[in-house]
């Protein structure tokens, strides 16, 4: 979604959290760690890829969100949403292959690191909102919150809002049991400070 981009806040029963702050950086993402429940709101690669990490690495229950909107020359195309959520026993974005490795490594670089870098030309164009799928999407997210947490009737943990059509689909999906990420035997569930993780270093 548009608004934070790179950055998470969340605030579950008695822990009120404010962490203003990119999560790319160790300082910010360490205070989610008093977190019970994280809501992903963010836009980049980067920061998906650090909380789609600490979702599995530190049992971090997360729920990511998402709105996508093709346009060409200011007219749109497509418009698609989706809901997932990141918990074990559920499939991660590495499974999904909704994580884009290049726009990870270049969301991670410092200042001088991305000035330095010679397959950089120019900065990410920003891309289109429509408010009212933003709201849809969120909608569904705390709905699939409450399925999780208090028990609401709702199985799905994956559904797509499919615009055009004016539906939203349950998504079942395995984890990829060779993901590194996600994978209980090979992967980062429950390795907390054992595994190293990936900051910016500025
Ligand atoms: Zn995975």
Same mark, same amino acid.
């Given at each position: 979604?548009?608004?934070?981009?790179?950055?998470?806040?969340?605030?579950?029963?008695?822990?009120?959290?404010?962490a203003p702050g990119s999560v790319l950086h160790h300082g910010v993402a360490e205070r989610l760690f008093?977190?019970?429940?994280?809501?992903?709101?963010?836009?980049?690669?980067?920061?998906?890829?650090?909380?789609?990490?600490?979702?599995?690495?530190?049992?971090?229950?997360?729920?990511?969100?998402?709105? *996508?909107?093709?346009? !060409? %020359?200011?007219?749109?195309? +497509?418009?698609?949403?989706? /809901?997932?959520?990141?918990? @074990?026993?559920? =499939?991660?974005?590495?499974?999904?292959?909704?994580?884009?490795?290049?726009?990870?490594? *270049?969301?991670?670089? !410092? %200042?001088?690191?991305?000035? +330095?870098?010679?397959?950089? /030309?120019?900065?990410?164009? @920003?891309?289109? =909102?429509?408010?009212?799928?933003?709201?849809?999407?969120?909608?569904?997210?705390?709905?699939?919150?409450?399925a999780a947490v208090v028990g609401l009737p709702a199985r799905a943990r994956r559904l797509n809002y499919?615009?055009?059509?004016?539906?939203?689909?349950?998504?079942?999906?395995?984890?990829?049991?060779?993901?590194?990420?996600?994978?209980?035997?090979?992967?980062?569930?429950?390795?907390?400070?054992?595994?190293?993780?990936?900051?910016r270093r500025d």
């Amino acid at each position: 979604m548009r608004e934070g981009r790179g950055w998470a806040h969340c605030g579950i029963g008695p822990v009120k959290l404010s962490a203003p702050g990119s999560v790319l950086h160790h300082g910010v993402a360490e205070r989610l760690f008093r977190c019970d429940v994280i809501f992903c709101c963010t836009d980049t690669h980067g920061s998906r890829a650090v909380l789609n990490q600490l979702a599995y690495q530190h049992w971090l229950p997360t729920i990511d969100m998402g709105v *996508r909107i093709d346009a !060409t %020359d200011g007219q749109i195309s +497509a418009m698609a949403g989706r /809901v997932q959520m990141l918990a @074990p026993g559920l =499939a991660c974005l590495q499974c999904e292959s909704l994580l884009d490795a290049e726009a990870v490594r *270049r969301d991670l670089l !410092t %200042d001088s690191e991305r000035q +330095a870098d010679p397959y950089i /030309v120019g900065e990410a164009s @920003p891309q289109p =909102a429509v408010i009212s799928l933003n709201g849809t999407v969120a909608s569904l997210a705390i709905t699939t919150f409450l399925a999780a947490v208090v028990g609401l009737p709702a199985r799905a943990r994956r559904l797509n809002y499919r615009v055009a059509e004016g539906i939203v689909r349950p998504v079942a999906t395995e984890p990829n049991p060779t993901c590194i990420v996600c994978s209980a035997k090979r992967g980062a569930p429950g390795q907390g400070d054992r595994w190293p993780m990936f900051w910016r270093r500025d």
